[in-house]
């Protein structure tokens, strides 16, 4: 069965202490990876779409990276405002999506 | 920039009331979904629609009808609803996949309490 884990489920950081958000699959024959943040009572907002292993985006503080079984959001030196649920998607070959239960992130200031 | 709307942040229903929930996009996309979203269960796909009177069955289906007449428009309808359809629930669109841009676009949720 095509799965998508995220891990951990929640991970409380110091502002300025970086680290990493784990989006593992199972999925063969990945078509597209795609990772969204959710403030709370919010709608998903959309960051990084990632096609292929060894692609990698930016956007600020965020990074994305993809390999054949996992893809990584890095997050250097965050702030406060980066608190926020990051949720890791997959486009399977059928086109369906399949949703991790993401990333409850919270910065200290 | 991409705009999904939805008719309510915030409704109230007794159980048995029919309820809508409107959701419009302005992005000419073909696909649009309607997820619900509960706490440690994630995003569940309910139905999802790939042209205009066209509908597919989600993971959630049951309790639930759509209703797709103009392309940016697509409708959730809970016929007769139940106090388990308490619920976040949110829309989405995107392009067809082919189009090289498959990523979905949500709009901000309806929060739906049913007493």
């Known amino acids: 069965e095509d799965q998508v884990t995220q891990s951990p489920e929640a991970l409380r950081l110091q502002e300025g202490e970086s680290s990493s958000l784990n989006c593992s699959y199972t999925?063969?024959?990945?078509?597209?990876l795609f990772w969204y943040r959710q403030d709370p009572g919010k709608g998903p907002e959309f960051l990084f779409t990632?096609?292929?292993a060894g692609e990698e985006k930016e956007k600020e503080r965020l990074k994305a990276t993809l390999t054949k079984k996992e893809s990584f959001l890095h997050i250097t030196a965050p702030k406060p405002e980066d608190s926020a649920t990051y949720l890791c998607?997959?486009?399977?070959?059928?086109?369906?999506?399949?949703f991790g239960k993401g990333t409850r992130l919270h910065i200290l200031p | 920039d991409v705009k999904v709307t939805q008719s309510s942040r915030y409704l109230v229903k007794r159980t048995g009331e029919k309820v809508f929930l409107e959701c419009v996009q302005d992005m000419d996309h073909e696909n649009m979904f309607w997820y619900r979203q509960d706490p440690g269960l994630g995003l569940r796909l309910i139905y999802f629609s790939y042209d205009v009177k066209m509908k597919e069955k989600g993971d959630i289906p049951e309790g639930y009808s759509v209703s797709r007449e103009k392309k940016e428009r697509f409708s959730l309808i809970l016929e007769s609803a139940s106090t388990n359809q308490t619920s976040m629930y949110l829309c989405a669109s995107s392009f067809r996949p082919g189009q090289g841009r498959y990523e979905q676009y949500f709009g901000p949720g309806t929060r739906l309490t049913v007493t």
């Open positions: 990632l096609y292929s």
């Open positions: 999925v063969s024959g990945l078509r597209g």
């Open positions: 998607a997959v486009q399977a070959p059928d086109d369906k999506i399949i």
